[in-house]
C-alpha cells in the first residue's frame, strides 16, 4: 500500500507541474483527483487485504489533494483565513461530483 500511496503523489506531482493545476477549475481539478490520481493510487487494491491503517492513510491522502484544490477560506467575521475540516472538505467534494 505504501508504494500505491508513493505512485499517487508522484501522478498527482507531476500533474499538478505539468497541467498548472492551480490555474484549472475546482470542477477540472475535481476531475482530475477521480479519473487520473485515485486509479494510480487504487490500482490492484480490490486484490489485496486492506488494513484499517491503510485506509487512513488513504483518506489522509484524499483529503490532503482536497485541500489543495479547494484552499482555504476567508472567514468574513474575523477577517482571517481559516483551514477547512474534512467534513467540510467531503461536502464540498460531494457536492462537485453532483453537479458533474
Given at each position: 500500500?505504501?508504494?500505491?500511496?508513493?505512485?499517487?503523489?508522484?501522478?498527482?506531482?507531476?500533474?499538478?507541474?505539468?497541467?498548472?493545476?492551480?490555474?484549472?477549475?475546482?470542477?477540472?481539478?475535481?476531475?482530475?483527483?477521480?479519473?487520473?490520481?485515485?486509479?494510480?493510487?487504487?490500482?490492484?487494491?480490490?486484490?489485496?487485504?486492506?488494513?484499517?491503517?491503510?485506509?487512513?492513510?488513504?483518506?489522509?491522502?484524499?483529503?490532503r489533494e482536497?485541500?489543495?484544490?479547494?484552499?482555504?477560506?476567508?472567514?468574513?467575521?474575523t477577517v482571517?483565513?481559516?483551514?477547512?475540516?474534512?467534513e467540510e472538505?467531503?461536502?464540498?467534494?460531494?457536492?462537485?461530483?453532483?453537479?458533474?
Amino acid at each position: 500500500m505504501k508504494s500505491r500511496l508513493k505512485s499517487g503523489n508522484a501522478c498527482y506531482n507531476l500533474v499538478q507541474k505539468l497541467l498548472l493545476f492551480s490555474l484549472l477549475s475546482k470542477y477540472t481539478n475535481i476531475k482530475i483527483h477521480r479519473f487520473i490520481i485515485l486509479p494510480v493510487i487504487l490500482h490492484g487494491s480490490e486484490t489485496c487485504f486492506l488494513t484499517f491503517w491503510d485506509g487512513l492513510r488513504l483518506e489522509v491522502l484524499e483529503n490532503r489533494e482536497l485541500r489543495k484544490i479547494f484552499g482555504s477560506e476567508g472567514d468574513k467575521v474575523t477577517v482571517e483565513w481559516i483551514r477547512l475540516h474534512n467534513e467540510e472538505l467531503n461536502d464540498l467534494f460531494c457536492l462537485m461530483i453532483r453537479t458533474a
